[in-house]
T-cell receptor, first 109, second 115 residues
Framework: LAKTTQPISMDSYEGQEVNITCSHNNIATNDYITWYQQFPSQGPRFIIQGYKTKVTNEVASLFIPADRKSSTLSLPRVSLSDTAVYYCQRDTGRRALTFGSGTRLQVQP | DTEVTQTPKHLVMGMTNKKSLKCEQHMGHRAMYWYKQKAKKPPELMFVYSYEKLSINESVPSRFSPECPNSSLLNLHLHALQPEDSALYLC??????????????FGQGTRLTVV
């Protein structure tokens, strides 16, 4: 089973950097790691995808160590509008886009 | 156009009704997906179509019947549903189904209530 493990919830304050770690101990050689954000009653929205080392785009960074058994989504300087559920996902091809349990991020003023 | 459009946004149906959910994308994506999401739970994969052929059926009950009439459209036909089938149904698309295919685009979902 393409299982990932994330913290259930996290709290932060506006302006802080938030790091959400996902564990995927049995990741396969060809698997990619993708992160999605979801607001209530909306579809998930792609944040970032990576295979190894570091990937950065305009909204986030993704760090994947050499052993690839975990990954960390980094959100710089969060705002209230970043309050959402964040999903770590293993892109395994056949079981593509199977979501983990998600992390509820609450950003306080 | 980077949108996945789902209709209707809300649907209430009785247990003996037949209804259909529709999903449309015009991004040229060749993989399309149906998910079911219950409150405070992650989306659960139901079906995957790749190049208009059913690629994955995650042991979904036969009262849910997917259809992909062409590369832009995906339907989910509903018949004899149960109240526990009430959920948010999400459609998504991506360039291909393969690993590292990049981002998937999701629609806003159809909120289904079975009475």
């Amino acid at each position: 089973l393409a299982k990932t493990t994330q913290p259930i919830s996290m709290d932060s304050y506006e302006g802080q950097e938030v790091n959400i770690t996902c564990s995927h101990n049995n990741i396969a050689t060809n698997d990619y790691i993708t992160w999605y954000q979801q607001f209530p009653s909306q579809g998930p929205r792609f944040i970032i995808q990576g295979y190894k080392t570091k990937v950065t785009n305009e909204v986030a960074s993704l760090f994947i160590p050499a052993d690839r058994k975990s990954s960390t989504l980094s959100l710089p300087r969060v705002s209230l509008s970043d309050t959402a559920v964040y999903y770590c996902q293993r892109d395994t091809g056949r079981r593509a886009l199977t979501f983990g349990s998600g992390t509820r991020l609450q950003v306080q003023p | 156009d980077t949108e996945v459009t789902q209709t209707p946004k809300h649907l209430v149906m009785g247990m003996t009704n037949k209804k259909s959910l529709k999903c449309e994308q015009h991004m040229g994506h060749r993989a399309m997906y149906w998910y079911k999401q219950k409150a405070k739970k992650p989306p659960e994969l139901m079906f995957v179509y790749s190049y208009e052929k059913l690629s994955i059926n995650e042991s979904v009950p036969s009262r849910f019947s997917p259809e992909c009439p062409n590369s832009s459209l995906l339907n989910l036909h509903l018949h004899a549903l149960q109240p526990e089938d009430s959920a948010l149904y999400l459609c998504a698309s991506s360039q291909t189904q393969g690993q590292g295919a990049g981002e998937a685009f999701f629609g806003q979902g159809t909120r289904l209530t079975v009475v």
